[in-house]
């Protein structure tokens, strides 16, 4: 199946920031960073959130808005590549001839970028693709956020210390709600992730079939698709990310991955059934951060910045920083000195209020956010040697509003 199968573009608003400011791929400015120049997702018209809802609306589910206006099939079949950045494809179009052709400018690709949500971070982006809710309303707001109800970090993509699920995130999943609609609903991807707790609380509903051959994923997904009428399937691929994470995206360890990615994606489109159509997307953007003290920013080692942090969340492009009682204004105050010209460095309230979470924060969201949001937009990072050793010597990091790390493709494939 070639992209002359799709009928016409996606359409959705171009970006800018909440305050009207610079956008993906704006002006940016000199000077200490304002965070109302800050790029916010865009939920409701062209975010990670709005894709489920918009393919299932097309399968006749009720109930759903449809931010994205995709045209409806009988058959939908979502590949979500962990790691695949926007802009890292467009720059790699040797590597990814069948995906290159698939992007808007190719001789009939439509494909064009949308916002993967904030931060760009796996637990975050996957739980919106599946419950098709934003950040402030499904409740996983980061890497590691705050437990408000015990004082302890919690690691959302391991679930560590461990925390009830449906309580932590309440709402249905898309899947969940395709299936009661009589839609056949199945995912398909590596069989370690059947029972975790991000599977649960955002993928499940229907059928899991897991796999441990990428080649038998995408076989099986497209034996699916033509198994019913009304279907819709969605599967997945890791190893992107995790050779960026561990390489970087200058190495040859990531480029060989983003060819099998591209090998995987033409093998299931080419056996699409009729009647269908493929979206091709990820949850999030990669940038490298180089080697040195400039680039990493070791929180660990730097009086200024640890002062009053009671706790330090997130991840090291886009950190949830919690002040001791009483101190959330001083430790606001001096990591915007420190990070001036590197990073946009918001209170809570602010990131609240310029929608980087979504439109609004639920009452249960909103303490696991922390007291400060410190996301970078330069190529540096806030790491911590001794708390997080491992994290702290990735080659390839993500989390911020950055475009690099923010835009994800959404490819359409359609028969």
């Known amino acids: 199946m070639t992209a002359e199968n799709i009928p016409h573009p996606l359409r959705y608003p171009a970006a800018t920031s909440a305050s009207g400011g610079a956008g993906y791929g704006g002006a940016v400015p000199d000077g200490p960073l304002d965070p109302r120049t800050a790029p916010v997702p865009r939920y409701g018209s062209g975010s990670l959130a709005d894709l489920l809802p918009s393919v299932a609306a097309g399968l006749g589910v009720p109930g759903l808005a449809a931010g994205l206006r995709l045209p409806a099939a009988d058959r939908a079949c979502v590949f979500l590549v962990d790691g695949m950045g926007w802009e890292a494809l467009r720059a790699h179009p040797d590597e990814a001839p069948f995906l290159t052709s698939l992007l808007a400018g190719s001789t009939a690709g439509t494909g064009e970028p949308i916002t993967s949500g904030f931060p760009s971070t796996t637990a975050t982006s996957l739980a919106s693709v599946g419950t098709g809710r934003v950040p402030g309303e499904h409740g996983l707001p980061g890497y590691t956020v705050l437990d408000p109800a015990t004082g302890a970090l919690m690691n959302q993509l391991r679930w560590q210390p461990w925390t009830e699920p449906h309580v932590w995130q309440p709402y249905p999943t898309v899947f969940q709600q395709a299936a009661a609609a009589g839609v056949e609903v199945c995912q398909v991807t590596a069989p370690h992730f059947e029972h975790t707790p991000l599977t649960k609380i ?73 009647r269908s159509v493929l979206y091709v997307t990820a949850d999030h953007g990669m940038v490298d951060i180089p ?8 929180f660990d080692e730097d009086w ?52 980087w979470f979504g439109p609004g924060v639920e009452p249960r969201v909103r303490g696991r956010i922390g007291d400060v949001i410190a996301a970078m937009r330069d190529d540096v990072a806030v790491v911590a040697t001794r708390r997080e050793p491992k994290e702290s010597e990735l080659i390839g990091m993500h989390g911020s509003a950055t475009s690099a790390e923010q835009l994800v493709p959404l490819l359409e494939v359609r028969t």
């Open 202 to 274: 955002a993928l499940s509903g229907g059928t899991f079939l897991g796999r441990l051959s990428a080649e038998d994923r995408m076989d099986l997904a497209a034996e699916r698709l033509a198994a019913g009428d009304r279907t819709l399937v969605y599967t997945y691929y890791a190893e992107l990310d995790g050779n960026g994470h561990r390489h970087g995206m200058d190495s040859d360890a990531w480029r060989g991955q983003l060819m099998y990615v591209d090998r995987l994606a033409q093998r299931l489109a080419e056996q699409l059934p009729p």
């Open 291 to 298: 080697q040195g003290p400039e680039a990493r920013i070791d």
């Open 304 to 355: 200024e910045l640890s002062a009053g942090v009671a706790q330090l969340g997130g991840e090291g492009r886009m950190r949830h920083v919690y002040a001791v009682p009483g101190a959330a204004g001083d430790v606001h105050a001096v990591w915007r000195e420190v990070l001036a010209e590197q990073a946009w460095v918001a209170t809570r309230e602010e990131a609240v209020g310029l929608g």
